[in-house]
């Protein structure tokens, strides 16, 4: 699929924080993507301009959404990729509103295979890195299910993940280098599933 060419892996930052623990650790997994030849396509979601859905069910009708934003540019990123990686925090039990904004958005992927009737997307491999402060007893079950069902609707294999519990002021992660080393292994994996994808088809 990738016709010799290095494979894409979309990575996104899926925090409101810039640098802080989350990202830290997809800084670590992207030169483990770079080691395995892959190229990285970093993604901020909270500066990519979107706004939530409005449940209009448009994308129902016509696979298309009706909001004109940054989502299209992060579309676009999406269809060209070979494999996603997504680093995220939790928040209240889930992912952060500025990830769980760009999930929702992801309904017309939804709505054109199954209202529309258009083919499944073809699979690619994928990963969740997701970081909690702990302390509370809901652990990481929603931001894991919660992306588990995004990789599914976009064809995305749960191919990898990487939970760490206890950093939380920004910067915490350094004090993890176990945590930081399995991010750059994991950043390896993905980066070989996605180029021995692209030369099995
Ligand atoms: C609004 C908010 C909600 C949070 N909710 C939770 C939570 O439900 N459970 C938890 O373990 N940590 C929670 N945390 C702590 C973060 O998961 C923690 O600070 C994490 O390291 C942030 O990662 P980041 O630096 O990538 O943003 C919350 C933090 C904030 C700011």
Redo the contacts with the bound molecule.
């Keep these: 699929m990738n016709g010799g060419r290095a494979p894409r892996i979309l990575c996104i930052a899926g925090?409101?924080?810039r640098r802080?623990?989350?990202?830290r650790l997809l800084e670590a997994c992207v030169e483990g993507v770079r080691e395995a030849g892959g190229e990285p396509d970093v993604l901020v979601a909270s500066e990519a301009g979107i706004q939530p859905c409005r449940g209009c069910n448009t994308c129902s009708r016509t696979g298309e959404c009706v909001i004109a934003d940054g989502m299209a540019d992060v579309s676009r990123r999406i269809d060209a990729a070979d494999a996603i990686i997504v680093?995220?925090?939790?928040?209240?039990?889930t992912v952060?509103a500025v990830l769980k904004v760009l999930y929702d958005r992801l309904q017309p992927y939804w709505a054109r295979v199954h209202r529309l009737g258009y083919p499944r997307p073809v699979r690619r491999p994928g990963a969740l890195l997701v970081?909690?402060?702990?302390?509370?007893p809901?652990g990481f079950r929603a931001a894991v299910d919660t992306t588990k069902s995004v990789f599914a609707v976009l064809g995305v294999d749960y191919a990898a993940e990487l939970r760490v519990?206890g950093?939380?002021?920004?910067g915490?992660?350094l004090g993890y280098p176990t945590e930081l080393v399995r991010a750059t292994e994991i950043g390896t994996v993905i980066g070989e599933a996605a180029r021995s994808r692209g030369s099995s088809e």
Excluded: Q
């Excluded at 970081?131 to 509370?136: A, C, F, I, S």
């Design positions: 925090s409101p924080r802080g623990n989350s990202e680093a995220s925090p939790v928040y209240f039990a952060p970081v909690r402060g702990g302390g509370d809901f519990e950093p939380d002021a920004a915490d992660i």
